[in-house]
């Protein structure tokens, strides 16, 4: 069992940055992949990005390549997602979650455990 509370969301300006914290509670957590993924009202949850579970694969959908960064740090079970040069686009829930046993997973079925997201609204 793996719990997961996402933190560090809020209001930000177009052009700026975030960096949301996802801590764990649960001792598979290092056995587990991390994967971010949001919701936007209306929209379907998609990936942001995915991270194995020893920190060295890491995946980036296309449009978040290039200006996002997953980490983790399995001694504290903590996971970080950090977004830059942000878009009124980019306002949306932003949730983590852990894939047991699983080497990099991008569909979101895969996930077996979520927090309950951390709210990021991008202004103009």
């Known amino acids: 069992q793996v719990q997961l509370v996402e933190s560090g969301g809020g209001l930000v300006q177009a052009g700026g940055s975030v960096r949301l914290s996802c801590a764990a509670v649960?001792?598979?957590?290092?056995?587990?992949?991390v994967g971010w993924f949001r919701q936007a009202p209306g929209k379907e949850r998609e990936l942001v990005a995915a991270?194995?579970?020893?920190?060295?694969?890491?995946h980036y959908a296309d449009s978040f390549e290039g200006r996002s960064t997953i980490s983790r740090d399995n001694g504290k079970s903590m996971a970080y997602l950090e977004m830059n040069n942000l878009k009124p686009e980019d306002t949306a829930v932003y949730y983590c979650?852990?894939?047991?046993?699983?080497?990099?997973?991008?569909?979101?079925?895969?996930?077996?455990?979520w927090g309950q997201g951390t709210q990021v609204t991008v202004s103009a």
């Open positions: 979650a852990a894939a047991v046993n699983v080497g990099l997973p991008v569909m979101r079925r895969t996930y077996d455990y």
């Open positions: 649960g001792r598979v957590f290092r056995e587990c992949a």
């Open positions: 991270l194995s579970a020893d920190g060295a694969r890491a």
